[in-house]
């Protein structure tokens, strides 16, 4: 008799460490950093390419752990209170479910999924080799168990997700980690707008971050080439639309540097240069086109400038390869850069802005949150808010920020003064 007890406790250890082992790989398994074991997959790690082969089918090594695990806990139970009730009686029922709760809670679950958090990576790669027979000789079971959940759910109208939600779901996990990327220092606070600049790519127009046509350059295609030669030097651009007839109807873009070779070539003669011969086609875009889809066309059609129209085909403005790598990086200035009056900040904490100064790069610079579906410059949220063109000096309030006139050129707000509301300590 007592070797029969001593043998069932024996039973009874054996199925705690497994219940432990089914725990810890639950735990090590889904808690892994994907991003390394990605990395270490591609340097060759075979032990890295069988957790993610694992982790593509979770629904099959979610079901094979805790269908092991279910399985030994009930079975370790089940000796339990055998031996218990052999031993006290009816009383063993009770004891066998206090001691049984408490071995399992501490040796079969908690225990183990704390080492397991703490060593995720490397208890993964560890434990995969073996996990995968597991999952393949329960895999009939799993599946069986999946097809009834799945019809249990129908019934009661529960929908599974998609994998456009589960992309977005993804998405919003990457945004999230980045906002965790902390800290003050430069350096951090640039990687992560940078980060959040590359996700945002996609839901951003050109219309947003384009040259509008008041302020791009276009020279008359009918001027004589030695005048076209004069304004190209004056312009601080290397791409210049031509115009013919009218400014919209643009008919050719100027390269500088094109240009520079036919005035090497002519040196006695500079009306002798065709400028239409050597000026590229224009490439027209609809506004709506979103900055990522634009990158791609750029780098597949190795272009660096575009002329944006509205769905009218109006001249709405440029793009350029630069304006979307700004997007990610910052302003990228150079030596034929002109300077504009940006963003001044002032002794009292406002600021001012040029109207021009587009939302998005206050928010990125201030980690502000204005918004900026329906206008996409600050002159552009006045006007919004005002509901008409407001005159100087007129004052607005907003989302707590104060926004005051201070120059209105004809109908274009060129001056304003914002001020953000006071920080809250803490």
């Given amino acids: 008799m007592e070797t029969e007890i001593l043998a069932t406790i024996g039973g009874i250890a054996v199925l705690l460490v497994l219940s432990g082992f089914f725990s810890g790989s639950e735990t090590a398994l889904t808690a892994y950093s994907r991003p390394r074991m990605h990395l270490l997959e591609q340097q060759g790690n075979d032990r890295a390419r069988q957790v993610n082969r694992l982790h593509a089918e979770k629904e099959k090594l979610l079901g094979a752990i805790l269908l092991g695990n279910n399985v030994v806990n009930i079975l370790a139970s089940a000796l339990a209170t055998s031996v218990l009730i052999a031993l006290f009686g009816d009383r063993g029922v009770v004891y066998a479910t206090g001691a049984m709760t408490l071995l399992i809670l501490i040796f079969g679950e908690v225990m183990p999924k704390t080492y397991a958090l703490q060593n995720a990576d490397r208890l993964a790669l560890a434990l995969a080799p073996v996990i995968r027979p597991v999952v393949a000789v329960l895999a009939p079971i799993t599946h069986a168990v999946n097809v009834v959940i799945r019809v249990v759910m129908s019934i009661f109208g529960v929908r599974l997700a998609t994998e456009r939600e589960l992309s977005a779901a993804a998405e919003e996990v990457l945004r999230g980690a980045i906002d965790l990327h902390r800290g003050e220092e430069p350096e951090v606070r640039q990687e992560r707008i940078m980060l959040r600049s590359i996700l945002e790519l996609s839901d951003v127009d050109v219309s947003e971050v384009m040259h509008h046509r008041q302020d791009i350059v276009e020279i008359d295609a009918d001027l004589p080439p030695a005048r076209i030669v004069e304004q190209v030097v004056e312009s601080p651009y290397t791409r210049i639309p031509l115009w013919r007839g009218e400014k919209d109807n643009i008919v050719g873009v100027l390269h500088a540097k094109a240009l520079l070779r036919q005035v090497h070539g002519h040196r006695g003669s500079l009306e002798e240069i065709d400028i239409a011969a050597i000026a590229a086609p224009p490439w027209f875009i609809p506004e709506s086109t979103s900055l990522l889809d634009q990158l791609q066309a750029f780098r ?64 990125r610079r201030y980690d502000w949150a204005l918004p900026d579906d329906e206008a996409s410059t600050v002159a552009g949220l006045v006007i919004q808010i005002a509901r008409v063109i407001p005159d100087e000096r007129h004052i607005f309030n907003y989302k707590g920020f104060r926004f005051e006139v201070v120059r209105r050129r004809r109908n274009r707000l060129a001056l304003i003064r914002l001020t953000p509301p006071p920080r809250e300590d803490g």
Avoid at 331 to 353: A, C, F, K, N, Y
């Fill in 300 to 363: 597949r059609r190795r272009e660096h400038f575009a002329l944006v129209v509205d769905e009218y085909g109006s001249l709405m403005g440029v793009v350029t390869l630069e304006d979307i790598l700004e997007e990610i990086v910052g302003d990228i200035s150079d030596e034929t850069d002109v300077v504009l009056v940006g963003v001044r900040p002032q002794e009292d904490g406002s600021l001012l802005v040029d109207g021009r100064v587009t939302i998005r790069d206050l928010n």
